[in-house]
């Protein structure tokens, strides 16, 4: 059974940090990256990385302040994010891409992640 579990999340003031973590049990995966849903908006791709060759990729709204990596082993990846903002907040999903299509999928650069989390809500208020 594939399973992605998240940890990490919560509330931080504007210009804060905080990481989430994924792990991936059950399944090899493509890449594997992060979607946000905020209230109100669209899902939008954040980041993923490839489990070929760990090429990265980043929405605009987070390049140079978040970071995606991935532990040696690829099970658990961890999104590090700094200088948080309220546009960012929303509820994250980790999501992979598991070589089929799902009618969730989330596609942006080079990702294609279609099998999802339960999400992580991140709040940044002061």
């Known amino acids: 059974q594939v399973q992605l579990v998240e940890s990490g999340g919560g509330s931080v003031q504007p210009g804060g940090s905080m990481r989430l973590s994924c792990t991936i049990r059950g399944s090899g995966y493509y890449s594997i990256g992060w979607i946000r849903q905020a209230p109100g908006k669209q899902r939008e791709g954040v980041s993923c990385?490839?489990?070929?060759?760990?090429?990265?990729y980043y929405s605009d709204s987070v390049v140079g302040r978040f970071t995606i990596i991935r532990d040696s082993r690829g099970t658990t990846i961890h999104l590090q994010m700094h200088n948080l903002n309220p546009e960012v907040r929303g509820v994250y999903y980790c999501a992979e891409d598991l070589g089929e299509r799902y009618n969730t999928r989330v596609s942006f650069g080079f990702c294609r992640l279609d099998y999802w989390g339960q999400g992580k809500q991140v709040t940044i208020s002061s």
């Open positions: 990385i490839a489990a070929a060759n760990d090429n990265t």
